[in-house]
């Protein structure tokens, strides 16, 4: 789950950094109101789940509350990377004298939370990982310790040459992680970490991302979801209880099992296509499920076939035999469609489809090579 930089703020202004104040605003004229009370310049920032904000023109300096209301204007009109902009974030603006860059992943080859901290900062921090990987220093966490004191001191010295900044730094590094921790976190981010002229140490930007796993014992952060900013799809099927994410191909897939699925977007792309969708139906015997999948599918425009990967095991292929009769005869397909099953109840699955006119074969390679082909709108 994405949330926004507003509430990654709340987060890490919770665990001790220093982060300047800020208010939501979603009209010019809240904007302008919130500036006139910071007085002086602010800074206008767009809410969205998209990185770069700064180069699409969704961070604006404004000078004074006229200026801000104008700055706003522009911002709630834009869409960055596919997504309006519904709210700003209203801050004062900060002096800087310098930016550098302070990030937490999960790195699965280290099996640990990743610290990753540079001091060429700022907005081309992706270029610099690309033309200069070794401005780009990195730490493993054990996460049977945590980070360390002198590891956390490491970090700040690797960013700060003053002993002042370094000890302000090394004490953000301890309060990101703890941040990082507490909400579950997948990444965490501030980009940039500036100096101000005086020599203080702040957090002007954050990103931070959960994992979804996290959310069933984190009810405060599932909270902070923001349902207007994510994929439509996704939050139906959510709320339908798949695992569901969406891509940009043509392939719609509907396959029981992660492994199954991944494994099914591989064959896609081998045989030429895309997947548009990871999908996976669970191992339940609910052909409710089905029904929903195959609405969620057939709502993307993209969608030029649906494939349907079934290994019956828990999963019964009778089952998602009916949820495919049931969703079909509810709406009317518009696009072909592929069906593979084997397994639990494949012989009867097999007649309950071939009764509703479909046909459906139990070879993997064969199913996705001719989904494939579909899309591209050839053989049948
Ligand atoms: P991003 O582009 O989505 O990462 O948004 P940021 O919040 O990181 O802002 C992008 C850039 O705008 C920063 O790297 C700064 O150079 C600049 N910026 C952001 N806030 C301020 C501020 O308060 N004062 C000044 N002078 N520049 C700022
Ligand atoms: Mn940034």
């Known amino acids: 789950m994405n949330i926004h930089e507003y509430q990654a703020k709340e987060i890490l202004r919770n665990h001790g950094v220093p982060v300047p104040p800020g208010e939501i605003a979603t009209t010019p004229d809240e904007a302008a ?13 767009a809410q969205v789940h998209a990185g770069g904000r700064g180069k699409a023109g969704g961070v604006k300096l404004a000078k004074d509350a006229d200026d801000a209301r104008e700055k ?29 860059y302070v990030g937490i992943i999960v790195d699965r080859g280290s099996k640990a939370a990743v610290f990753m901290v540079s001091a060429e900062g700022g907005v081309d921090i992706e270029e610099v990982a690309v033309t200069n990987p070794d401005a780009i220093r990195k730490l493993a966490v054990d996460p049977r310790y945590g980070l360390l004191p002198h590891q956390a001191y490491w970090l700040a010295t690797e960013l700060y040459d003053d002993v002042k900044q370094q000890r302000a730094a090394a004490a953000i590094m301890r309060q990101l992680y ?13 980009n940039p970490l500036i100096t101000t002229p005086s020599g203080e140490v702040k957090a002007i930007d954050a990103k931070m ?35 569901f994410i969406k891509l940009d191909g043509e392939v719609g ?32 015997s609910n052909p409710q499920k089905v029904v929903d999948a195959l609405r969620i599918i057939t709502s993307d425009p993209n969608v030029k076939v649906i494939l349907f990967n079934i290994f019956g095991g828990i999963t019964r292929c009778d089952d998602v035999a009916n949820g495919i009769v049931t ?25 309950i489809l071939e009764g509703a006119g479909f046909s459906a074969m139990t070879d993997m390679d064969a199913a996705v090579e001719r989904a494939v082909n579909l899309a591209k709108g050839e053989g049948k």
């Open 33 to 45: 109101e919130i500036a006139r009370r910071y007085g002086g310049a602010v800074v206008i920032k």
């Open 209 to 243: 991302n959960i994992d979804d796993n996290e959310l069933f014992r984190l009810p405060e952060i599932e909270a902070l979801r923001d349902e207007t900013s994510e994929e439509p799809s996704e939050v139906l099927a959510r709320e339908a209880g798949l695992t």
């Open 253 to 284: 897939c509907c396959v029981n099992g992660a492994g199954l699925a991944m494994a099914t977007m591989d064959l896609v792309n081998y045989y030429g296509g895309s997947p548009a969708n990871f999908l996976d139906i669970g191992g339940s």
């Open 178 to 190: 703890d941040s990082f921790v507490d909400a579950g976190a997948s990444l965490a981010e501030i």
């Open 72 to 100: 706003a204007t522009a911002i709630l009109g834009l869409t960055i990377k596919g997504l309006p902009v519904e709210k700003v974030l209203v801050t004062p603006a900060e002096e800087i004298a310098s930016e550098a």
């Open 327 to 351: 969703a079909t005869q509810q709406t009317q397909l518009s696009i072909p469609i592929v069906i593979r099953l084997t397994g639990t109840n494949e012989e009867l699955a097999m007649q």
